[in-house]
């Protein structure tokens, strides 16, 4: 069973700049794909970045050119660099792993765009 925690989430001013962190644990084997993804007001939850083991990457539009995601493999944590936030990015993020076909999904971290 793996485990994830995420941190980094905060309320932060239009603009402004925030950086989420998930560490995974317990049971790991291979980790293929990390990711997070966010659920804003009145709205499902959607992807937001991935990044595969290799290290391709994939991004929502509405977030290209503001967010980049990486990982360190070494230490099974996936970073989600946040810039120029803007009011509609407030919304919960969460974390996702794939290991063998398995996903598991973090408890989610709030971010909150405000001034």
């Known amino acids: 069973q793996v485990q994830l925690v995420e941190s980094g989430g905060g309320l932060v001013q239009p603009g402004g700049s925030l950086r989420l962190s998930c560490a995974a644990s317990g049971s790991i084997f291979s980790i293929d794909v990390m990711g997070w993804y966010r659920r804003t007001p009145g709205k499902q939850r959607e992807l937001v970045a991935t990044?595969?083991?290799?290290?391709?990457?994939n991004y929502a539009d509405s977030v290209k050119g503001r967010f980049t995601i990486s990982r360190d493999n070494a230490k099974n944590t996936v970073y989600l660099q946040m810039n120029s936030l803007k009011p509609e990015d407030t919304g919960d993020y969460f974390c996702?792993?794939?290991?063998?076909?398995?996903?598991?999904w973090g408890k989610g971290t709030l971010v909150t765009v405000s001034s």
């Open positions: 990044v595969t083991f290799g290290g391709r990457t």
């Open positions: 996702n792993v794939a290991s063998l076909g398995i996903n598991t």
